[in-house]
């Protein structure tokens, strides 16, 4: 399926629905009640996963991949940003000490 716009959609103003970047309501009340569910259960969670982390056939790594796999729903992710040089290669940085002590006893005299 191509989800590509046409030149002319692309040149047509935007003409109602939603703002960009405003969630749509099932989203945000899905999210606002897993919320209220942690944070309602904060305290037995401590408990489940106890019992999880001892458990012969779990352990405590699946415990801790549990925690992680509800943090991603109540806590954002952040967004990975790469930083990159000149034609996309590394950046690179020049520190010149010389220069930076030159200028330095120059300035105290």
Do not use: C
Not at 28 to 57: C, I, S, Y
Request: charged share 30%.
């Amino acid at each position: 399926m191509d989800n590509s716009k046409s030149k002319v959609d692309k040149s047509r103003p935007k003409t109602g629905g939603r703002a960009v970047g405003v969630p749509n309501k099932a989203t945000t009340l899905a999210r606002e009640a897993f919320a209220a569910f942690v944070d309602g259960n904060a305290h037995r969670m401590q408990e489940w996963l106890e019992q999880v982390a001892v458990d012969p056939k779990h352990g405590p790594k699946v415990a801790i991949e549990l925690v992680l796999q509800v943090s991603e729903y109540h806590i954002p992710k952040l967004a990975r940003t790469e930083h990159v040089g000149d034609g996309g290669g590394p950046v690179e940085m020049r520190v010149s000490l010389i220069e930076k002590i030159a200028a330095r006893r120059l300035k105290d005299g």
